[in-house]
């Protein structure tokens, strides 16, 4: 994994080298980028605060906990540049308090699988909202900052799936062969 952050930072550092740091005025695509990606923030944040309230699995948790480390620092850094900007904010997430994983109904209760599953699908979409905003924004600025969110987000995917293997959580879909077979 340190081989891979290496070479994002690597890039990273090549794409800024590689601007001449002017800052023209943002474009509507930018502008809705940023404001997609935050309104996304939102929810995700308040996902994986109930996540972190349902699970008792250590290693999920400390998933969870990092995620949600790296979708705060996302959204903080957004939420700047958006007021910087002068881009309105959007309405922001909703904190949960700490609640007892016991305490939940086992009716409406995630199990681990679904929960690392829901954490793989936000990784998924971010990933690929990243990559979109990242190649069509014409400021440089705006193009690194969604590349690095990008990259975050794929470190957590990468850790999610090599908990998922390990646990016996991974959703894996057939194979041609399989599907040709039946």
Request: glycine residues 4%; contains cysteine.
């Amino acid at each position: 994994m340190s081989r891979l952050m290496n070479i994002a930072e690597t890039a990273l550092d090549t794409m800024k080298s590689l601007t001449d740091n002017k800052k023209g005025p943002l474009h509507v695509g930018e502008i809705m980028d940023c404001w997609t990606y935050a309104s996304y923030l939102d929810g995700v944040i308040d996902q994986y605060l109930v996540a972190r309230n349902t699970t008792q699995d250590k290693e999920l948790l400390d998933l969870f906990k990092e995620a949600s480390d790296v979708t705060m620092a996302h959204k903080k850094e957004l939420d700047q540049f958006m007021k910087e900007e002068h881009i309105p904010p959007t309405d922001g997430y909703h904190p949960k308090p700490k609640s007892d994983a016991n305490a939940i109904p086992n009716s409406v209760r995630q199990t681990d699988k679904e929960l690392i599953n829901v954490l793989q699908i936000n990784v998924v979409f971010a990933v690929e909202q990243c990559a979109r905003a990242a190649t069509r924004s014409l400021r440089a600025d705006v193009g690194i900052m969604f590349f690095k969110f990008q990259t975050d987000k794929m470190m957590i995917g990468l850790k999610s799936k090599s908990l998922a293997q390990k646990k016996g959580w991974l959703r894996i879909p057939p194979s041609c062969n399989q599907t040709l077979l039946n």
